[in-house]
């Protein structure tokens, strides 16, 4: 059974850093190209960061470029989203993704496998 799991969400205030990580079981991933999206009350579900199987390519959203950096450890089957200087607008459920294509930058309807989800919130 394919799992994935979220953690390293939290509270932070404005300025601050947090680093999500998505562990993945039940298959191995590192043939497929991983995401993170995120889910603001009230608001779609927007990509956030993407990644391919090796790492060689990665895409951010315009409202996190330059805060936010996506990586991968094939070796432990885990996704990592460091994020600094966060800002209030980027509260939100965080939601890890995998999608069996070795490189997808898509909408959230295109991923295969999602975890749980962890919470952000930042404080102003």
């Known amino acids: 059974q394919v799992q994935l799991v979220e953690s390293g969400g939290g509270l932070v205030q404005a300025g601050g850093s947090l680093r999500l990580s998505c562990a993945a079981s039940g298959r191995t991933f590192s043939s497929y190209s991983m995401a993170w999206f995120r889910q603001a009350p009230g608001k779609e579900r927007e990509l956030v960061a993407a990644?391919?199987?090796?790492?060689?390519?990665?895409y951010y959203a315009d409202s996190v470029k330059g805060r936010f950096t996506i990586s991968r450890d094939n070796a432990k089957n885990t996704v990592y989203l460091q994020m600094n200087s966060l800002k209030p607008e980027d509260t939100a459920v965080y939601y890890c993704?995998?999608?069996?294509?070795?490189?997808?930058?898509?909408?959230?309807?295109?991923?295969?496998?999602w975890g749980q989800g962890t919470q952000v919130t930042v404080s102003s």
């Open positions: 990644i391919s199987w090796n790492g060689g390519n990665t």
């Open positions: 993704a995998v999608d069996e294509r070795m490189w997808n930058v898509g909408p959230w309807y295109g991923y295969n496998y």
